[in-house]
């Protein structure tokens, strides 16, 4: 069983920064795939980011790639999501997932309880 707390959410203005941390317990944090997640009001959940056990391979999408960077540090069991160009589009309460499966997978294991990120105009 892996247990994931996210922190790092808050107001910023559009333009601005923000890194969310996500900390794993467990001692084989290394062995799985790390995501983040994001839920807007009113919408599905959709992917961010994901990086490999590793951290070699990472996946993000087309709304975020160029302006977000995932990693993760195995020593400390945390996974990162370093988010700049904030834009109010990217509101949402944002998840730390986990799972043991392939990285081009959607099916994730563990979650967290999320982190909310709010974006002023």
């Known amino acids: 069983q892996v247990q994931l707390r996210e922190s790092g959410g808050g107001l910023v203005q559009a333009g601005g920064s923000l890194r969310l941390s996500c900390a794993a317990s467990?001692?084989?944090?290394?062995?799985?795939?790390m995501g983040w997640f994001r839920q807007a009001p009113g919408k599905e959940r959709e992917f961010v980011a994901a990086?490999?056990?590793?951290?070699?391979?990472?996946h993000y999408s087309d709304s975020v790639k160029g302006r977000f960077t995932i990693s993760r540090d195995n020593a400390k069991n945390t996974v990162y999501l370093q988010m700049n160009s904030l834009q109010p589009e990217d509101t949402a309460v944002y998840y730390c997932?986990?799972?043991?499966?392939?990285?081009?997978?959607?099916?994730?294991?563990?979650w967290g309880q999320g982190t909310q990120v709010t974006v002023s105009s």
């Open positions: 997932a986990g799972k043991s499966g392939p990285i081009a997978t959607t099916v994730y294991d563990y």
């Open positions: 467990g001692r084989t944090f290394s062995h799985y795939v």
């Open positions: 990086i490999s056990g590793g951290g070699a391979v990472t």
